[in-house]
């Protein structure tokens, strides 16, 4: 419809592009399969992810230790654990050590909660080291990530 005089007519090639031709395939190559192939599940790999509690602690005026409440944080950020494992914890200087429980199966970054208590018997400046596997009954990818540390003040009142 309309002025179609500025409309260039082509005319098309006298002889068509032969298309490529297919290579058929041997029957010896295989082919793709849509199922994918099963795969290990990698090894777990346990880390503290985080201790909760206090960092100043204070012994009551007239008692020779006080007793405080920690929470740590175990993750598991490797492949899925079948086995149970422990978590301690170690006051230093002095080397006490305080259980925080045991913990069976943890699937890929799964994490639970432990509690614990550590006694301070003395003032002073301590490092709380919080080890998860601490009997290293879990063969882990990593084996040099199971430690969180916090520095814990204790004064007497």
Known sequence: LGNCSGIVVVNPPATATPLPSATPLSSTTPLPSSTPQPTEPPPPD???????GPEDVVIPSGDSSVTVEYSVTLTNIGG???????????????N????????????INQSISLDGEVIFESAGTFALQITVDSDDDINESRENNNVLVINVTVTNE
């Open 80 to 94: 899925p654990i079948t086995g149970s494992f422990s978590a301690e914890g170690e006051l230093l200087p002095g």
């Open 46 to 52: 346990l880390v503290v992810a985080n201790i909760t």
């Open 96 to 107: 006490d050590t305080f259980d925080f429980g045991a913990v069976g199966n943890l699937g």
